[in-house]
């Protein structure tokens, strides 16, 4: 099992995705126009976006509840990376002539 993974790793995926966007979500005078690309929002229409998304936070204000999310995604992560690590040492210490990946 060790080998499939250490090949996932080292191949190169030759796979697409096709994503769809909707430029300045939320917003509701500029949302999906050629005006709120690479310009800022101003003033009022930021404003008229955060009530029509109903945020009642201030700018650059994160919710405790984003702050538990991102928590709990990064201890899922450590433990991800820390499978993987141990993996890849018992893949190593099984196949000593095999090069990691470079």
Partial sequence: ?????????????????????????????????????????????????RKNLKWEFGEFEVPPPVYDLFGASKKRGQAAQSAWNDAMASYAKQYPEARPCQ
């Fill in 1 to 49: 099992m060790h080998h499939v993974l250490l090949l996932r790793a080292c191949l190169k995926s030759q796979g697409a995705a096709q994503v769809s966007t909707l430029i300045g979500y939320g917003s509701p005078n500029l949302a999906d126009t050629h005006d709120v690309h690479g310009a800022a929002l101003g003033a009022k229409e930021t404003e008229a976006t």
